[in-house]
């Protein structure tokens, strides 16, 4: 009876396994339900991350995102997180859903009885994702579903001339910041929980670096904003929240 009950496990495992690996593209909300500010402790950011690491192309529900991305509410996975604390011990649980809500797959509760309230939800983050194994399997293999062939198409998005303007402008700001970010070079000091950078051109501490689970991720504080420091195409970017826009930013490192 054993025998079957294990045989009947692995069926299941195997079957949502298959699930995942026919969406390419997954989308994080900007803020969780159970917390009252967007990417608060900054959750919202490490779960895109992870979520990228296990290669999802992976997006915020108010970010600009690709036509493809956009063109049907059923060729991407939604993430939600589940909390369950109590007093003693920070508990959560990653959902993942399709675009009718039904359930692809769960994590296993990650937990944390740090009592600082950014600590317990990283580390109980942190842990839930290393006991997703159906998650770290990902490899996509297109479906019909995943194409968004199948299910309800997402309303097309008609752009007024001045609209386009606007857009066309945003995105040369974006491109000039970013060209006079990565025009600073800056050097990585060793620290004790990760690096201080420092620009090239002077002895002022720009960013603070700390080290996360992932070796080409840090968590990052510049002044009084905080965000994520990750490696993408082999280039390093610091992205953040300033307000409720989200902003990355390109950097020449020297580690």
Request: charged residues 25%; contains cysteine.
């Amino acid at each position: 009876m054993k025998k079957y009950i294990i045989v009947a496990l692995l069926i299941c495992t195997f079957g949502f396994a298959q699930n995942l690996n026919e969406y390419k593209y997954a989308m994080v909300p900007s803020k969780f339900s159970f917390l009252k500010e967007e990417n608060a402790h900054n959750l919202n950011v490490l779960t895109k991350l992870y979520f990228q690491k296990y290669d999802f192309e992976t997006y915020f529900n108010n970010e600009e995102a690709p036509e493809e991305f956009v063109v049907s509410n059923c060729n991407k996975i939604y993430v939600y997180l589940l909390e369950n604390s109590n007093m003693f011990i920070t508990k959560l649980t990653i959902v993942v859903k399709d675009c009718k809500g039904t359930i692809l797959a769960t994590s296993e509760v990650g937990s944390s009885r740090e009592k600082e309230y950014r600590v317990a939800y990283n580390e109980a983050l942190r842990m839930a994702f290393e006991n997703f194994p159906i998650l770290k399997s990902h490899h996509y293999q297109p479906s019909q579903k995943s194409l968004g062939i199948v299910g309800e198409p997402a309303k097309p998005v008609v752009k007024s001339d001045k609209e386009e303007e606007i857009q066309k402008e945003s995105i040369l700001q974006k491109e000039l910041v970013q060209n006079q970010m990565f025009e600073k070079k800056y050097k990585a000091m060793a620290t004790e929980n990760g690096y201080n950078l420092i620009a090239v051109s002077s002895d002022y501490k720009i960013f603070q670096l700390f080290k996360t689970s992932a070796k080409e991720v840090f968590i990052v504080n510049r002044d009084a904003v905080s965000g994520v420091l990750l490696k993408r195409n082999e280039s390093w970017y610091f992205e953040y929240y300033e307000g409720n826009v989200f902003k990355s930013e390109m950097l020449n490192i020297t580690f």
